[in-house]
Structures are given as structure tokens and as C-alpha cells.
Nanobody
Framework: VQLQASGGGLVQAGGSLRLSCVAS????????????MGWFRQAPGNEREFVAT????????DYANSVKGRFTISRDNAKNTVYLQMNSLKPEDTALYYC???????????????????WGQGTLVTVSS
């Protein structure tokens, strides 16, 4: 079971990045659509915080107020991949970004990290001012 996040990097304020998270392993192969996906982030010295989540079929999403209108979460179940398009980036968006998954049968559009069973290793986003 593996969630591999990528796409992080260094960008100037106002710029954009797109993060990707590919799910692999027996749990996700052929069953990716059984999982709701989320993105969380953790800045140095801060606790991990919710960013965005998406239902198994991509029909519903939820965002933290701090990113609403700037970030867009999406998924491609055929590719076992979830994305986070980040626009109008701000220095305060600097953090390690994690993708996470939980079964669609347990809860819906959760903002709680403890509801997610599987976590990726994180990809670093740095926004310079």
C-alpha cells in the first residue's frame, strides 16, 4: 500500500503548482474508487492541518477556508491519482503536503487527520515572497 506524492517545489508568491498523488499496492489497485482522498499540510513548528478532500467519485469536495478559491482538488480513478492544483500561492502556503486516503464507507468529506488510514510521504512546497 503506497501513496506517492509529487509536484512540490519552489515557487514565487502568486505562482502555481500542481501536486499529484498516485496510489498503488493491493489495497488500491482496482479499488481506488472505494477511497476518499484528502490533502493535508504541515509547516515547520505547526500541527498538520486539513487542506482539501474529495469524495470517491469526485462529485463533492471540501476545502479549508485558507485555500478556498485558490486550490482545486480533483481525481482520476482510472489512473489511481488525486491532484491538488494550487494557484495564487502565498508564503503562508509553505509546508510539507501530504495526501491521505480513507474508506468511503466510514465517513464523508472528513477534515480530521485521524479518519485517514493511509498516508503518503509528503512533498515540499516552498513559496517565496
Amino acid at each position: 500500500v503506497q501513496l506517492q506524492a509529487s509536484g512540490g517545489g519552489l515557487v514565487q508568491a502568486g505562482g502555481s503548482l500542481r501536486l499529484s498523488c498516485v496510489a498503488s499496492g493491493r489495497t488500491f489497485t482496482n479499488y481506488f474508487s472505494s477511497y476518499e482522498m484528502g490533502w493535508f499540510r504541515q509547516a515547520p513548528g505547526n500541527e498538520r492541518e486539513f487542506v482539501a478532500t474529495i469524495t470517491w467519485n469526485g462529485e463533492k469536495t471540501d476545502y479549508a477556508n485558507s485555500v478556498k478559491g485558490r486550490f482545486t482538488i480533483s481525481r482520476d480513478n482510472a489512473k489511481n491519482t488525486v491532484y491538488l492544483q494550487m494557484n495564487s500561492l502565498k508564503p503562508e502556503d509553505t509546508a510539507l503536503y501530504y495526501c491521505a486516503a480513507h474508506s468511503r464507507w466510514t465517513t464523508m468529506l472528513s477534515r480530521r487527520a485521524e479518519d485517514y488510514n493511509y498516508w503518503g510521504q509528503g512533498t515540499l512546497v516552498t513559496v517565496s515572497s
